[in-house]
């Protein structure tokens, strides 16, 4: 079968496009590692020799879900369902800095790196 040169030249280009493409998404995506691996993390279990905070008050979450975020109009780092119990550490208006407590499955989990 015989390729006309329309045809090659027009093969070459979306390999060239490919190859663009694909060399972009990987800077992406080391881009986005770096930034993962450079954020802080405090190791279970220890609170770096900080005090434990007192509650100031307990509430529940009347919404069906709700997001829990690491810092007011933060990153979501999680869903509250309603119902769910919180203990207040601090009031800031419209934002409550609450701790949770309960249980999850081990097998969903994974160590954390040290």
Not at 7 to 12: T, Y
Not at 13 to 18: I, L, N, P, W, Y
Not at 34 to 45: A, D, E, F, M, Q
Not at 57 to 81: C, D, Q, Y
């Amino acid at each position: 079968m015989k390729i006309n040169k329309w045809e090659e030249q027009r093969s070459s280009e979306a390999s060239k496009s490919t190859l663009l493409l694909a060399g972009i998404m990987g800077v992406i995506l080391v881009v986005l590692l770096l930034i993962y691996v450079s954020i802080p993390r405090v190791p279970s279990g220890q609170n770096q020799g900080m005090p434990e905070v007192e509650a100031i008050a307990t509430r529940s979450v009347k919404a069906v879900r709700e997001n829990l975020r690491l810092s007011p109009n933060g990153t979501k780092i999680g869903e509250l369902i309603q119902g769910a119990e919180l203990e207040v550490l601090e009031d800031r208006g419209a934002w409550l800095h609450v701790r949770v407590e309960g249980w999850i499955w081990k097998e969903s989990t994974s160590p954390s790196p040290a």
